[in-house]
């Protein structure tokens, strides 16, 4: 019996930001789906390839030899059987008995692959790690997140014990690249000892030589290349008009003269930004006239993917299809009931669309990747989560921008982008040729399009970056002078290494041509010419500085004394003032005084003096009045009458401190006595070339020794930049009782390194002072919530919904004056601290007390989607607050009864 779905709303299930807007200007009018000539014989050839047996290509069997006997780079284009030698490689460590890592950039496309391999080597051959999952851990071939893998690394180091594998594959290892997680891929390849096997399998990209060279030098074992361009399937770019007309992107010459023509007659090719929405179902009748369905949608937001939907309303997929598609989702639905009232069911089933973006729960793409995989949609509308590596592709990839918002501004997209979106066009075995649709609009720019396509992808850089969960974890397993080792490995500074030599040469030439000038001098190296000028320079920059300072403190002690009562002095400005007496406030001293000139400011009929600070009085005058005790405003304008200003004049300052005030500023008179003996004993007086090297500020000379400097600090900038950035994280960790001196953890700083968080030292510091110990499981939920979430949002809480705020208000204002101290020293110390909000915690909170879904989504207004991933990743934290199960075994306890309160439906792991 067929199963009734309900395709509407559920109660209560708002309709955020969905517009319904079918029918944009930019679209209006005459729209009839139409080919250009030139391509109506070639549509011709679209089809389903016959049936054969699978024959490897010749990279993928030159990749398994290789990876017999050395390291292997796969650079291949998305869909050309990369996939194939990694499960080929791991079969052959299976039959000799060893043991395979598989890591994967994201949980879903670990559970993919978990899923494959289990079918192709057994469930019991095959286990998970991905925090969320933690399944058969001793099995021979594991699949887990590069996250995941990176911390087995640090354990094994911590503990010296091997690592449990012979094989790492790791999968979109062009992710080496990405500004955020590159540092864990770097990470990653550093730490694996040389005797494991690595297969890195990556989109295609420019500079894989060089990251078999940086690998080589590294872990001592060769790492070779193969690099594959050809696809099984190749992609033919198309171009849409507004009128429904699709003609090729491009010819021989460059951009096809159709639309460069077209561009130009109609001003279009200032691509301005409208409001305009495309027509997306009408573009749909077009690709499915010409047989170009079914396709992937790669639209800028989240919003525009769901309003995509609405303009499809008029298609009707045809009844015995329906029936079959209607089938499957009510199988799919038996594993997830809770999304048998998903708002957007509707389109799924009646009009064979989908949308899947990061706003949706993880289940619903599932479904949504299930049935395109299957053949049963004809599109899926998706932002750039498809092309960072889910797993369905289409015969045809529809590309309405040629940019990307990248968290602050749109920008242009990047060569190797363009290839990952596009790559997802043209199904192996399913398709003969794939296609690439640019649809013309407000977003637009098929001149990029054209030349990113034709354009090989941009070299991957390092984007390794020093945290305080890596300090740790690193001083856990090694001495500061392993680390500095360790660091000096890094990718990072292998591709530092061309400008290191440039430095060098540079610096090596300066230094030849300084020694031609510097014959006969008495300095026998030219590192000996360097400091010595700079020694002599800074050090009478800085006598003069110490001299400046002691004579401003003896000016200042004689102010001290002598602006008594009545006293007359002039400000920096000239004025004239009468002081009422030296005063200290907040540790600052300051003389209270009245102006002789202008208006008399009073409060509450009594003279209201000025606080005048002793850095701005520069002259103490030699003549007094005599001020009556209770001075009156009256008393006061008569007396400033009476003053005669020209009779006054400055009184000298001191030269020298006198004997009895001479302690007060031992240790500076001691500073510029040693510095002076210093500057002495510089063998530079006498020098034959003193002139050449000290006189003269436009001295020839010393601006080559500039010269030279400036290299040599240049040189030692680029050697040095990740050990001084990890020796800043270093000493803040001892200055916080983390670390010790010597660069040893404390005890402290032992079971934080567990903490392989975002904000280690934050949840620590709440550990530490006892904050979580007294927390209930529900409340624990709620505070380490605000620490998972990376993004600001500026929410208010909908008041409607009936919860227990005031306890964690409570809890929260606690929390807050906990982490006072310590974020306020890394502020100082310039490190970057989150911006802690309490929506994340009032969400949590509340779901952890068994608030339902909907009601949860109403108290925040946040897409489910990203609820969803608050509560996976607070998930991941309460988890790491469970590693520490030997130093806090009741705090783990408790994180432990909070994580069973929150994995709940619809937030429960997919299997």
Known sequence: MTKNINIHKRPGQRERREKRDSSPAAYSGNFTPRVDRKLKKFLEGIGVPEETVFVP?????????????????????????????????????????????????????????????????????????????????????????????????YDSMHVGENFPAD????????????????????????????????????????????????????????????????????????????????????????????????????????????????????????????????????????????????????RALREKRRQALERRVIELLAEYPFLSNHPQLNWLVNHGVGAHHGGQILHWKIVIEKLMNE???????????????????????????????????????????????????????????????????????????????????????????????????????????????????????????????????????????????????????????????????????????LERRRRLFAEELFKEQHLFRGKLFSDTKGRLYCSLGIKMENGVMFCECLKIKGSIKTRAADIRPVKMPLSRIKHVLNGALLLPDNLGVEEWAEIRKSIDTEQYSPL???????????????????????LDKELRELPCKGCSHFALCHEGKKNHFIKMVDKVREATDALEEAR???????????????????????????????????????????????????????????????????????????????DSVAWDRSSLAAAFARMKRALEDLITLKKKYGFEVPIVQFWPAAALYAWACGKSWEEVLQLTAVDEGDMAMLVFRTADNLRQIISLEGTHPGLAGKARDALQLILREPVIIPT
Not at 68 to 94: F, R, Y
Not at 506 to 519: F, G, I, P, T
């Open 375 to 545: 053949g049963h949609l004809d599109a899926i509308f998706s932002t750039s989560t498809v092309a960072a590596g889910v797993n369905f592709p289409a015969r045809t990839v529809v590309l309405v921008q040629s940019d990307r918002f990248n968290g602050k501004e749109f920008v242009d997209l990047t060569a190797l982008e363009l290839h990952q979106a596009v790559g997802r066009a043209g199904r192996r075995g399913k398709d003969k040729i794939g296609f690439a649709l640019v649809v013309h609009g407000p977003f637009q720019n098929p001149h990029l399009i054209d030349a990113l396509l034709d354009s090989r992808p941009e070299p991957i850089k390092s984007q390794i970056k020093i945290n305080f969960s890596m300090t740790l974890n690193l001083l856990l397993s090694h001495s500061p002078s392993e680390v500095r080792e360790l660091l000096a490995q890094s990718f990072a500074t292998f591709q530092n290494i061309e400008q290191l030599r440039s430095l060098e040469e540079r610096r090596e030439e300066l230094m030849q041509r300084l020694m031609e000038k510097m014959s006969g001098c008495r300095c026998a190296t030219h590192d000996e010419i360097l400091f010595r000028v700079k020694k002599r320079r800074d050090g009478y920059q800085l006598l003069g500085r």
């Open 652 to 674: 000298p300052y001191p030269r020298h401190i006198e004997k009895e005030h001479e302690q007060k500023f031992a240790a500076l008179s001691e500073e510029i006595k040693t």
């Open 57 to 153: 290509d010749n990279f993928q069997i030159e990749a398994l030899e290789k990876i017999k006997n050395s390291d292997v780079i796969v650079s291949a284009p998305t869909g050309s059987g990369k996939t194939w030698i990694a499960a080929q490689a791991i079969k052959e460590m299976l039959g000799n008995g060893k043991r395979s890592w598989y890591a994967s950039p994201l949980k879903a496309l670990s559970n993919s692959k978990y899923q494959e391999f289990c079918e192709e080597f057994g469930s019991e051959q095959v286990g998970i790690l991905t925090g969320d999952r933690k399944e058969n851990t001793d099995a021979p071939v594991i699949v887990g997140t590069t996250e995941i893998l990176r911390n087995h690394l």
């Open 167 to 314: 094989l790492v594959v790791m999968d979109e290892a062009h992710y080496l690249g990405d500004i955020d997680r590159g540092v864990v891929w770097e990470e990653v390849m550093i730490y694996l000892p040389s005797r494991v096997r690595l297969l890195l399998l990556s989109a295609t990209i420019q500079n894989d030589k060089e990251i078999a060279q940086w690998l080589s030098a590294i872990r001592k074992t060769e790492c070779q290349v193969v690099h594959h361009e050809k696809r099984p399937v190749p992609i033919y770019p198309l171009y849409l008009f507004p009128n429904g007309e699709i003609v090729p992107l491009s010819g021989f010459d460059g951009i096809s003269p159709k639309i460069r023509d077209f561009l130009i007659h109609s001003q279009e090719n200032k691509f301005r930004r409208s409001s305009g929405r495309l027509p997306y179902g009408r573009i749909l009748d077009a690709m499915e006239t010409f047989n170009l369905l079914p396709a992937i949608f790669f639209l800028k937001s989240r919003d525009d993917c769901n309003s995509a939907l609405y303009t499809c309303s008029h």
């Open 720 to 798: 040095t930049a990740l050990w001084k950035e990890f020796a800043r994280h270093l000493n803040f960790l001892v200055l916080n009782g983390f670390a010790t001196e010597a660069g040893t953890l404390t005890a402290d700083g032992q079971w934080a390194a567990q903490l392989r968080l975002d904000q280690p030292l934050l949840i620590a510091e709440l550990i530490r002072k006892g904050i979580l110990n007294d927390l209930k499981p529900e409340l624990l939920c709620g505070i380490i919530a605000p620490f998972v979430n990376d993004k600001f949002r500026d929410l208010d809480i909908d």
